[in-house]
T-cell receptor, first 113, second 118 residues
């Protein structure tokens, strides 16, 4: 499976934008880029996913590099409730036997009041 | 919808005892995933099912672990006999995978079952 590389930790001030980077230089053309986050003492929570184009939803935006070898999760205005571990994950399209989400160590995001 | 429901939330047991963790999928979902999380190993996928059929159990640690889906909405993960190294938080997650759909699989996780084996 293609691997992702994320910084172990990041800090950001409350009410400022946060850009969480992810490198996936071995990504294949059929890999989706997923982001999940895990708040303290909770299960992981879906944030966003994309394939080639940038994506926006109510939680965040996903900016995907043109060569797809990296991506950035953007939280437009961080709040204290966004403090969590953020996971960048690649999965294969279809072929049901390869639908696994394999979590790495993620980035622990700390929000400073 | 109540989301993915796991029970028990906390279990403390002694080495050698049988442990059964339970998971109720979101209504209408047809894929079920069991994960285990520890400080040392992070989140590990143990097994996943589609339409009640196990698809990939390569993450199941050993024969002491078994998972079943007796029906479309419910799953159990059983550890027999349990050992202290099985202490972890066990998560299940469900998703809806449409036949022939080639898009991404979005998982909804439960709150987890924290297992402590003494």
């Amino acid at each position: 499976d293609a691997k992702t590389t994320q910084p172990n930790s990041m800090e950001s001030n409350e009410e400022e934008p946060v850009h969480l980077p992810c490198n996936h230089s071995t990504i294949s053309g059929t890999d989706y880029i997923h982001w999940y986050r895990q708040l303290p003492s909770q299960g992981p929570e879906y944030v966003i996913h994309g394939l080639t184009s940038n994506v926006n939803n109510r939680m965040a935006s996903l900016a995907i590099a043109e060569d797809r070898k990296s991506s950035t999760l953007i939280l437009h205005r961080a709040t204290l409730r966004d403090a969590a571990v953020y996971y960048c994950i690649l999965t294969l399209i279809s072929n049901f036997g390869n639908e696994k989400l394999t979590f790495g160590t993620g980035t622990r995001l700390t929000i400073i009041p | 919808d109540a989301g993915v429901i796991q029970s028990p939330r906390h279990e403390v047991t002694e080495m050698g005892q049988e442990v059964t963790l339970r998971c109720k999928l979101i209504s209408g979902h047809n894929s079920l995933f069991w994960y285990r999380q520890t400080m040392m190993r992070g989140l590990e996928l143990l097994i996943y099912f589609n339409n009640n059929v196990p698809i990939d159990d390569s993450g199941m640690p050993e024969d002491r672990f078994s998972a079943k889906m007796p029906n479309a909405s419910f799953s159990t993960l059983k550890i027999q006999p349990s050992e202290p190294r099985d202490s972890a938080v066990y998560f299940c997650a469900s998703s809806l995978k449409l036949s022939g759909f080639s898009g991404a699989n979005v998982l909804t996780f439960g709150a987890g079952s924290r297992l402590t084996v003494l």
